[in-house]
C-alpha cells in the first residue's frame, strides 16, 4: 500500500514570497490533515478536511494561508505571503475516517525555509 | 501553559537499556492516548494507541496511562541503536483533534 506523498521535499522562498504544497493521500482515505512542525515542536494541525469538506480550519492563519481538497482527493496548502515565521515542516497525514481510533498516516512532509 | 508537556531531551542510553518517556497534560477531556516515533526528516508514525487509563503492550513497546494524575508513559526494553529518533506523545478528545507533545529524542548508543 503506497503512504502518503508529498511534494516538493523541500522549498527555500524569500519573504513576501508565495508557495504550494501537495499532498496526495492513500487511496480511500476520507480524511486528510495539514500540520505545521516548527524545529523542536510537535505538530500542530493546520485543517482537517472530510472528503471535499473543511471540519477543523481554527488554527489556520486565514489572511495568509489557504487549502483546498478538490474532488475528494488530492490537497494543496498555499502561503502568500510567506513571513520568517512560516519557515517548519509541512505534514500532510491521512486517515481512513475521522472517529477517535483512527490511525493517521502521515507523509515525509515538505520543508519550508523563508528568508 | 501547554496543554501537553514533554521533555525534549535529549535522552542518551546505552544499547539494551530500558528507555522511559513520558507526557503530562492538563485537559481532562483527553481520552485517545498515542505515541508516534519520528525519524529525522521523516513523518510521525503510530507506535502505540491506548483509549482511556490502563496499560498495553506490543513487543518491546509498553503504554501507560494514569488518568488520575494525568500522566502517560512510554517504556522500550532492549533498547537498539535503531529506537534513535524523536517520540512523540499525543492525545484528544472524542472527535476532536490531535494535540502532540514537543516530542523527545532518544539516542541509543552501541
Known amino acids: 500500500e503506497a503512504g502518503v506523498a508529498q511534494s516538493p521535499r523541500y522549498k527555500i522562498i524569500e519573504k513576501r514570497q508565495s508557495v504550494a504544497f501537495w499532498c496526495n493521500p492513500i487511496?480511500?482515505?476520507?480524511?486528510l490533515y495539514w500540520y505545521q512542525q516548527i524545529l523542536g515542536q510537535g505538530p500542530k494541525l493546520l485543517i482537517q478536511f472530510q472528503n471535499n469538506g473543511v471540519v477543523d480550519d481554527s488554527q489556520l492563519p486565514k489572511d495568509r494561508f489557504s487549502a483546498e481538497r478538490l474532488k475528494g482527493v488530492d490537497s494543496t496548502l498555499k502561503i502568500q505571503p510567506a513571513k520568517l515565521e512560516d519557515s517548519a515542516v509541512y505534514l500532510c497525514?491521512?486517515?481512513?475516517?475521522?472517529?477517535?481510533?483512527?490511525?493517521?498516516?502521515f507523509g515525509p512532509g515538505t520543508r519550508l525555509l523563508v528568508l | 501553559q501547554k496543554e501537553v508537556e514533554q521533555d525534549p531531551g535529549p535522552l542518551s542510553v546505552p544499547e539494551g537499556a530500558i528507555v522511559s518517556l513520558n507526557c503530562t497534560y492538563s485537559n481532562s477531556a483527553f481520552q485517545y492516548f498515542m505515541w508516534y516515533r519520528q525519524y529525522s526528516r521523516k513523518g510521525p508514525e503510530l507506535l502505540m494507541y491506548?483509549?482511556?487509563?490502563g496499560n498495553k503492550e506490543d513487543g518491546r513497546f509498553t503504554a501507560q496511562v494514569d488518568k488520575s494524575s494525568k500522566y502517560i508513559s512510554l517504556f522500550i526494553r532492549d533498547s537498539q541503536p535503531s529506537d534513535s529518533a524523536t517520540y512523540l506523545c499525543?492525545?484528544?478528545?472524542?472527535?476532536?483533534?490531535?494535540?502532540f507533545g514537543g516530542g523527545t529524542r532518544v539516542l541509543v548508543k552501541p
Open positions: 499525543a492525545m484528544r478528545p472524542a472527535g476532536n483533534k490531535l494535540t
Open positions: 491506548t483509549y482511556s487509563s
Open positions: 487511496s480511500g482515505h476520507a480524511t
Open positions: 497525514a491521512s486517515s481512513l475516517t475521522p472517529t477517535g481510533e483512527e490511525t493517521q498516516y
